[in-house]
C-alpha cells in the first residue's frame, strides 16, 4: 500500500475507534437543577454503579453519575457522594487513588458516603459503617461525620475475571441490592444538606 494511503486510513481508523469509545460511554442524564451534585463510585461488577444511579433518583435524579475509572474532573460540581463496592475490606484502588489525588479539592465538597458489601449475607448494622466507611473511605478522604450509609450488594459470577469467578466457584449469585434503600438515602442526603430557610 502506498505510504499515503496507509498513513490517512490508518488515522482515520484510530480517529474512529476514539470517537466509537466516545459514544458508547455510558451516559446519564440528569434531571435539570441550579444545584450541582455528582456521584462518585468504584465498582467491578455494577453494584456500586447501580447504587449511584438510584442514589440520584432518590435525589431527583438531579446527580450527574461517574465511574471512578473514567478519572472525572468534577472541579464543576458543588456537592459530591464518594462510595463503591468492597473486595477483601477495602474498595477499588482507583477510587483510593482518586481520593488520594483529589483530597484538598474534594474535601469541601463531599456531602455523604455509601458502601455496598457482601456481610455473607447478614444484614449490615454500625459495624460495616465503622469499618468501610469511618476507619477506610471517610478515612482517606479526610473527612468524617456525614450521612453515610452501607447497602448489601450482590454477586453476578458471570462478571467477574477468571480468577475472581474460580475463587467464588463455590459461592451462590445472589441479589441483595435494594433500589429502595438507594432511593431513600438520595432522599435523605439532598434533604440533610438542603440550605436552612
Ligand atoms: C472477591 C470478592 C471479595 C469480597 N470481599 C468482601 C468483603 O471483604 N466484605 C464484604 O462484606 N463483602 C465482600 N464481597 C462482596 C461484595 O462486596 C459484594 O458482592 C458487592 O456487591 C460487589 O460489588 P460489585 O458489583 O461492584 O462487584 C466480596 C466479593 C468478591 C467477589
Same mark, same amino acid.
Not at 455510558?26 to 435539570?32: F, I
Not at 438510584?54 to 435524579?61: P, T, V
Given at each position: 500500500?502506498?505510504?499515503?494511503?496507509?498513513?490517512?486510513?490508518?488515522?482515520?481508523?484510530?480517529?474512529?475507534?476514539?470517537?466509537?469509545?466516545?459514544?458508547?460511554?455510558?451516559?446519564?442524564?440528569?434531571?435539570?437543577?441550579?444545584?450541582?451534585?455528582?456521584?462518585?463510585?468504584?465498582?467491578? #461488577?455494577?453494584?456500586?454503579?447501580?447504587?449511584?444511579?438510584?442514589?440520584?433518583?432518590?435525589?431527583?435524579?438531579?446527580?450527574?453519575?461517574?465511574?471512578?475509572?473514567?478519572?472525572?474532573?468534577?472541579?464543576?460540581?458543588?456537592?459530591?457522594?464518594?462510595?463503591?463496592?468492597?473486595?477483601?475490606?477495602?474498595?477499588?484502588?482507583?477510587?483510593?487513588?482518586?481520593?488520594?489525588?483529589?483530597?484538598?479539592?474534594?474535601?469541601?465538597?463531599?456531602?455523604?458516603?455509601?458502601?455496598? #458489601?457482601?456481610?455473607?449475607?447478614?444484614?449490615?448494622?454500625?459495624?460495616?459503617?465503622?469499618?468501610?466507611?469511618?476507619?477506610?473511605?471517610?478515612?482517606? #478522604?479526610?473527612?468524617?461525620?456525614?450521612?453515610?450509609?452501607?447497602?448489601?450488594?450482590?454477586?453476578?459470577?458471570?462478571?467477574?475475571?477468571?480468577?475472581?469467578?474460580?475463587?467464588?466457584?463455590?459461592?451462590?449469585?445472589?441479589?441483595?441490592?435494594?433500589?429502595?434503600?438507594?432511593?431513600?438515602?438520595?432522599?435523605?442526603?439532598?434533604?440533610?444538606?438542603?440550605?436552612?430557610?
Amino acid at each position: 500500500m502506498d505510504r499515503r494511503i496507509f498513513f490517512k486510513y490508518g488515522l482515520a481508523g484510530i480517529g474512529t475507534i476514539a470517537l466509537v469509545k466516545k459514544v458508547w460511554a455510558l451516559e446519564y442524564y440528569t434531571m435539570p437543577s441550579e444545584q450541582k451534585w455528582a456521584v462518585l463510585y468504584g465498582t467491578w #461488577c455494577g453494584s456500586s454503579r447501580d447504587a449511584a444511579v438510584w442514589i440520584s433518583e432518590g435525589m431527583g435524579g438531579i446527580a450527574q453519575v461517574f465511574d471512578v475509572r473514567e478519572n472525572p474532573d468534577l472541579s464543576g460540581f458543588e456537592h459530591i457522594i464518594i462510595g463503591g463496592s468492597i473486595r477483601s475490606a477495602v474498595m477499588r484502588q482507583e477510587l483510593q487513588d482518586y481520593i488520594t489525588a483529589n483530597r484538598e479539592s474534594l474535601k469541601e465538597k463531599i456531602r455523604a458516603f455509601f458502601a455496598v #458489601c457482601g456481610n455473607m449475607g447478614n444484614p449490615v448494622g454500625p459495624q460495616q459503617t465503622t469499618v468501610f466507611i469511618d476507619n477506610h473511605l471517610a478515612k482517606r #478522604c479526610g473527612v468524617g461525620n456525614l450521612p453515610s450509609r452501607v447497602f448489601l450488594g450482590r454477586i453476578t459470577k458471570s462478571l467477574m475475571d477468571p480468577q475472581t469467578a474460580e475463587m467464588m466457584k463455590d459461592f451462590e449469585d445472589y441479589d441483595n441490592l435494594k433500589r429502595a434503600d438507594c432511593l431513600a438515602f438520595g432522599e435523605h442526603v439532598l434533604k440533610s444538606t438542603a440550605p436552612v430557610e
